[in-house]
């Protein structure tokens, strides 16, 4: 069987796309290992350093801030990866700044919703801990994208 040109192109650009689409794969998932082995290193040094009962009340600390982090998101993380693509692929560049400047105001307005509820729970939701505790809470409220 002979094959036009154009049959030998796409089965080339096809090929160049699976290699293309491979090697940024395989780059995702070596920063990703990386950066999973960094951070376990890390917990590692830092619990080494500061001891047990601190080391403990950072894990606590930054449970909770994981938590009120997905509140802070307000689901725009899958939206925003949803749309982007969609309005750059359409070269629709007023939609696509749009997109982002409106999740940058809703997610700092959750953040900012969640931090002012943090601050004015934190007596309540603190009482039964040790009152030192308390600063901590208050101060990983702040840190909340």
Request: proline share 2%; hydrophobic share 55%.
């Amino acid at each position: 069987m002979t094959t036009t040109i154009a049959e030998n192109m796409t089965i080339d650009s096809t090929l160049s796309l699976r290699k293309r689409f491979s090697k940024s794969t395989l780059a995702v998932f070596a920063v990703n290992g990386t950066g999973m082995v960094l951070l376990f290193v890390s917990q590692i040094v830092l619990a080494r350093i500061i001891g047990v009962v601190e080391f403990g009340i950072y894990s606590y600390v930054l449970s909770w801030l994981g938590v009120l982090a997905l509140g802070g998101k307000a689901g725009l993380d899958s939206a925003l990866q949803r749309f982007i693509p969609e309005y750059a692929g359409k070269q629709q560049w007023g939609l696509c700044h749009g997109v982002l400047r409106r999740g940058y105001q809703i997610s700092f307005l959750a953040s900012l919703l969640l931090v002012a509820l943090a601050w004015l729970l934190s007596p309540l939701i603190l009482a039964s801990l040790v009152q030192s505790y308390t600063l901590y809470i208050l101060l990983i409220a702040a840190l909340l994208p």
